[in-house]
């Protein structure tokens, strides 16, 4: 009967260190992912934080304009434009006739740029996903080593040396590229 009662004690012993290491295993597995799930609170902070980084300087950022200067804006897209459709009729001119017109458009071009207007034109030149482009088309080129820009709709206008307006484009990709991302 001693011998039952001490084999009783060692059982009880055993279950309560079963017991006791059952609620230690729960404790730390409970402490795991209380730890976890402060862990990812914070990745999820540092990663909203990060975007935000790269939204600001991914962003253009734009500065205040009086209303004279929105109309200067408008005024460098129109003459952009006018120059670019004399550029295709330029050969049914007179040469008077073109000189006149260049002249004329290079002076207005000056006062632009007096007033820190600057306008870029995409035309031809090699598309980077990392401009700040409004993207109105996107077609395929199979003979094309890289995509480049097919066609400006409209120039990016730059404002003491910040972009104002987002130039819109047609860009042209090797058949076997990506989607782009930001087509309007």
């Known amino acids: 009967m001693a011998i039952k009662k001490q084999e009783e004690r060692k059982v009880e012993k055993v279950e309560s260190l079963h017991q006791n ?3 230690e295993l729960f404790k730390s597995e409970k402490n795991f992912h209380d730890q976890i799930i402060k862990e990812t609170s914070e990745i999820r902070l540092q990663i909203s934080e990060t975007r935000k980084d790269i939204q600001s ?7 205040e304009m009086s209303s004279q200067v929105k109309d200067l804006v408008e005024l460098s897209i129109e003459i952009w434009r006018l120059e670019n459709r004399i550029n295709k009729i330029n050969s049914n001119l007179e040469e008077n006739q073109k000189e006149g017109i260049n002249n004329s458009i290079q002076k207005i071009k000056r006062y632009l740029d007096k007033n820190d207007i600057e306008l870029i034109d995409h035309t031809n030149h090699k598309f980077n996903e990392g401009r700040n482009l409004d993207i109105l088309a996107v077609e395929k080129d199979s003979n094309l080593p890289e995509a480049i820009v097919k066609e400006t709709k409209e120039p990016t206008v730059m404002y003491k040396g910040q972009v104002v307006r987002k130039g819109k484009v047609v860009v042209i990709t090797p058949e076997e590229e990506k989607e782009l991302g930001n087509v309007k």
């Not at 300087?57 to 500065?63: E, L, Q």
């Open 21 to 23: 290491i059952i609620e």
């Open 57 to 63: 300087a991914v962003t253009p950022k734009f500065i």
